[in-house]
């Protein structure tokens, strides 16, 4: 039997340069990125206070880890959080008259499929085909194949 090596640490990010993964690298670079170009448009006073926040979200979103998860998925999870209904109510009314539509479908699908009933020598007769795995046809099959080729 073949020896596989089984992948450890999957979850761990690719460093490329020190202790920085290329998730920080390119979050980090496209602050910087962001940080000059508010630095040639922008008065200086408003390039500090926007400079600084924008370098503090980089940041955050770069380095800071929630339960060993990054901060985005944090951010994201509560965005959904927030979405959901803060109260839910159970309508029973919905309720039964699904089940009151399951019952009416269950009960026309059983009178669309009724069984068919045969006599014991009909039933005697589809045994031995099934005992036979289909070498022996049967009469009325044997009968029809025979009509057929003629």
């Not at 073949?2 to 990010?13: N, R, S, W």
């Not at 994201?76 to 159970?90: E, G």
């Not at 026309?108 to 085909?129: D, N, Q, V, W, Y």
């Amino acid at each position: 039997m073949q020896q596989f090596t089984v992948p450890q640490f999957i979850d761990v990010e690719d460093k490329i340069i020190g202790p920085i993964t290329t998730r920080q690298f390119i979050l980090l670079l496209a602050a910087t990125i962001i940080i000059a170009i508010f630095y040639k448009f922008l008065d200086f006073s408003l390039f500090l206070i926007l400079g600084g926040l924008t370098f503090l979200i980089s940041v955050t979103f770069a380095f800071i880890k929630i339960n060993g998860r990054p901060f985005h998925y944090f951010v994201l999870n509560f965005i959904q959080t927030l979405k959901r209904p803060k109260l839910r109510v159970w309508n029973k009314d919905f309720f039964v008259g699904i089940e009151k539509m399951a019952e009416e479908d269950v009960e026309a699908k059983i009178e669309h499929i009724k069984p068919k009933k045969f006599g014991t020598s009909r039933l005697a007769e589809l045994s031995l085909i099934v005992d036979t795995r289909g070498m022996y046809e049967g009469e009325e099959r044997g009968s029809e194949t025979n009509i057929e080729t003629t």
